[in-house]
């Protein structure tokens, strides 16, 4: 069965300052799909990025980049430039053939002023 | 953009009552769609899967008696929480693929359920 690892419940980050979330995952599927979603207190569901996994490409939107290591099975986040509206939780994901997301159990980001 | 359309946000239900919840894609056809469970500070667990026309497949755990899953149209899945009990009360959140598009997912906002 797949899994997705977050190892860290919580996080800050001074505004204006990057911080990387961490997300490991472990699958035996060859094509597959990661994303990395907000959730804010309202709980609308957000999709930060995505990465195809056949990509070497590390996907990249904004201030918002990843760093996908296939071999390793790692797909962190980094958040550029942090600003007080990233404060969330973030949800890593995976995405395989069946199409349902496994999620990682979210890292709490904290945004100070 | 894709726009998913979940309804109510907030449902108050006395125990043993059942209540619907309604998840629709606004602008697009979704083949697919997923409902998920929210419990306070931790993930989405999902529930069952729903696919146009067909029986919803539930995750292990999840009494299909107690979650009846409908998609009756490819704009529309509904989750009736039948009987509902105070261990019931969570935060349901449905999501939708678009047909042909894979691995496109959008969220409803989701919907807080309380049993009292």
């Known amino acids: 069965a797949q899994t997705v690892t977050q190892s860290q419940p919580e996080m800050s980050v001074q505004e204006a300052e990057t911080v990387t979330l961490s997300c490991t995952y472990d699958?035996?599927?060859?094509?597959?799909?990661l994303f990395w979603y907000k959730q804010p207190p309202s709980r609308q569901m957000i999709l930060v990025i995505r990465?195809?996994?056949?990509?070497?490409q590390n996907a990249t939107e904004n201030r918002f980049s990843v760093n996908f290591q296939k071999a390793a099975k790692s797909f962190s986040l980094k958040i550029s430039d942090s600003q007080l509206g990233d404060a969330a939780m973030y949800f890593c994901?995976?995405?395989?053939?069946?199409?349902?997301?496994?999620f990682g159990k979210g890292t709490k980001l904290t945004v100070n002023p | 953009g894709a726009v998913v359309s979940q309804h109510p946000s907030r449902v108050i239900c006395k125990s043993g009552t059942s209540v619907k919840i309604e998840c629709r894609s606004l602008?697009?056809?979704?083949?697919?769609m997923f409902w998920y469970r929210q419990f306070p500070k931790q993930s989405l667990m999902l529930m069952a899967t729903?696919?146009?026309?067909?029986?919803?497949?539930?995750e292990q755990g999840v009494e299909k008696d107690k979650f009846l899953i409908n998609h009756a149209s490819l704009t529309l899945s509904t989750l009736t929480v039948t009987s509902a009990h105070p261990e019931d009360s969570s935060f349901y959140i449905c999501?939708?693929?678009?047909?042909?598009?894979?691995?496109?997912?959008?969220f409803g906002s989701g919907t807080r359920l309380t049993v009292v």
């Open positions: 994901a995976w995405g395989g053939g069946s199409e349902k997301l496994v």
């Open positions: 699958t035996s599927e060859s094509d597959y799909y």
């Open positions: 990465q195809e996994a056949y990509k070497q």
């Open positions: 602008d697009f056809q979704a083949t697919t």
């Open positions: 729903s696919n146009e026309g067909s029986k919803a497949t539930y």
């Open positions: 999501s939708a693929i678009p047909r042909g598009r894979h691995y496109g997912y959008t």
